[in-house]
């Protein structure tokens, strides 16, 4: 021990030993390794946006971008995102040296730049271009798109929360207070204000305006204990509070949008209910709405959203998938959660197959479901006379026509039936427990498209897709988030969230891929029935 000397060069300790290595590592790699699929399938890719934001000054990268490209996502094959980690298994895996060619290992800094500021002009880009060779090889067949979303947790504060009700109240309050001191002013400095729309800039004019009057009476403002502020200084101080206050509330309102809520610490993530929060008691977090669509189990798209229900991002999603892919598109497959009139009126717009499962499909199957002599499924329709008939042969009758705008700016009509009489009805009490005549909402055109999608999810075909959606989609968020850890972002913000789930999605597509390969299940696009072990 009195022999050991502490430095940095540990050989200098103990006896050196030469290592023995091939002269080319790559036999050291197995010939099944994902690794060499990797770097196949990525070979033939189109780098043209990447290198585009390459800066033609300066000094070349010491590592070439392909290769940058390459490393980043076999790391994310293996489930590593943290660069500092990725940097660790350049310097110590044989498989990352392998893909480096003899370059250096770049570091943690090195590789964030290239992901913030290469790979996001053309993440979007390379992932499409994966999933068009995968369509040449006839692994994906995207006539058929089975798409369903799950929220994951941003890299935010779960407790710097901001909600629209709470600042409409603030903002309330603080108008009062403001009223108050107009009134205080006129009496005090004679200045007599009209509230107006812009009261920041009412408010910034009265506080020069006073400022003006203090240099004029030459008041000298006092601080600190045991000092009395004079009034006009007090007033003063009170309005550069108001404006402060004005001014932030219009900023958090001009980030809320059409939100109810968001996050100091990432202010695109929306506070949602998780699955699995950290207190069990399904506590708000803020998240982002993760769309994924998949096609002969691998991801073909995906989306990122702020909005927390699902119906609300399928129309845009789907836009998003046209123009990546073109008119390909023929069977949308999703879950009750899309069900709307606009989605199923853009479906038919566009010339798809809605296999959209309705809202009511399981509960409709119930006796309770059944028994609810309320409800207008459960009533007779008369077409001719355009009315309702209840579980007591009274009829409900058309009055008006009620209108509703969506956040998105879609009308939705529907026609308003109310009975003729609801006194001395026996079933009153079953039916509804209104204090006036019963009365129910219904829309022809959502009706009729509901129908046709019930048909569609009924038929075999729809069967066979239902059972593929739950398989398929639902297990690549399992892998996502089992295999990959992907239950909580690192990056903050919808484009670098958007990133981070790219490199996964794509590392996801090429895992699946290699494993279809090793399992001789190329070109296997359906689980059918039989397929399916209930054991």
């Not at 579980?391 to 009620?402: E, V």
């Amino acid at each position: 021990m009195n022999n050991l000397t502490l430095q940095k060069d540990y050989t200098t300790n103990g006896q050196e030993y030469q290592l023995i290595l091939p002269m080319n590592v790559e036999v050291l790699i197995p010939k099944d390794d994902s690794v060499r699929l990797l770097d196949k399938i990525t070979e033939g890719l189109d780098y043209t946006k990447l290198m585009q934001a390459y800066s033609r000054k300066g000094r070349p990268p010491k590592v070439e971008a392909i290769t940058m490209f390459k490393v980043i996502l076999y790391a994310h094959m293996l489930g590593i995102s943290s660069t500092r980690k990725i940097e660790q298994a350049c310097k110590q895996n044989i498989n990352f040296m392998w893909l480096l060619r003899g370059a250096p290992a770049p570091d943690h800094n090195t590789i964030n730049r290239f992901i913030n500021e290469r790979y996001s002009e053309a993440g979007l880009d390379l992932h499409v271009q994966i999933v068009e060779k995968l369509i040449e090889i006839g692994e994906i067949d995207l006539s058929q798109l089975y798409i369903d979303g799950t929220k994951i947790e941003a890299n935010a504060n779960k407790y710097t929360f901001v909600w629209k009700k709470s600042i409409n109240k603030y903002i309330k309050r603080l108008v009062c207070k403001i009223e108050k001191l107009f009134l205080h002013l006129s009496v005090e400095y004679l200045m007599i204000e009209e509230m107006e729309e812009d009261l920041i800039s009412q408010l910034t004019r009265i506080l020069k305006r006073l400022e003006k009057l203090v240099k004029q009476q030459k008041i000298k403002f006092v601080y600190g204990k045991g000092r009395r502020k004079s009034q006009i200084q007090r007033d003063i101080e009170q309005i550069r509070e108001y404006i402060e206050k004005m001014k932030k509330y219009e900023e958090f309102n001009s980030v809320f949008g059409e939100r109810n809520s968001f996050s100091k610490t990432d202010k695109e993530a929306t506070f949602m209910r998780m699955k699995d929060d950290h207190m069990r008691n399904s506590q708000l977090k803020p998240g982002y709405n993760v769309q994924i669509a998949v096609s002969g189990e691998y991801i073909a798209g995906i989306d990122i959203t702020s909005d927390r229900a699902d119906s609300k991002t399928l129309i845009g999603f789907l836009k998003k998938l046209e123009r990546q892919y073109g008119a390909r598109l023929e069977d949308i497959i999703a879950d009750a959660g899309y069900e709307s009139e606009e989605n199923y009126l853009y479906l038919r717009s566009k010339g798809y197959n809605s296999y959209i499962k309705p809202a009511n499909h399981e509960v409709k199957k119930t006796r309770k479901y059944k028994n609810q002599i309320g409800r207008r499924e459960n009533m007779i329709r008369d077409e001719e006379n355009d009315e309702f008939i209840c579980s007591n042969g009274r009829r409900l009758k058309y009055i008006y026509t009620s209108k509703s705008k969506t956040s998105s700016g879609f009308i939705r009509q529907s026609r308003v039936y109310q009975c003729e009489s609801c006194d001395k009805c026996q079933l009153r009490s079953q039916c509804f427990k209104g204090k006036y005549n019963k009365r129910i909402f219904y829309s022809q055109t959502f009706t009729s498209l509901r129908a046709t999608s019930q048909d569609n999810i009924d038929s075999d075909q729809g069967v066979l897709y239902r059972i593929n959606r739950s398989i398929q989609v639902e297990g690549a968020i399992g892998v996502l988030k089992q295999n990959y850890k992907l239950i909580r972002f690192k990056r903050r913000g919808l484009k670098e969230v958007f990133l981070e789930t790219l490199l996964y999605a794509s590392a996801f597509n090429i895992n699946k891929l290699h494993n279809k390969i090793q399992d001789n299940r190329l070109g296997l696009s359906f689980f059918e029935p039989k397929d399916i072990n209930v054991a």
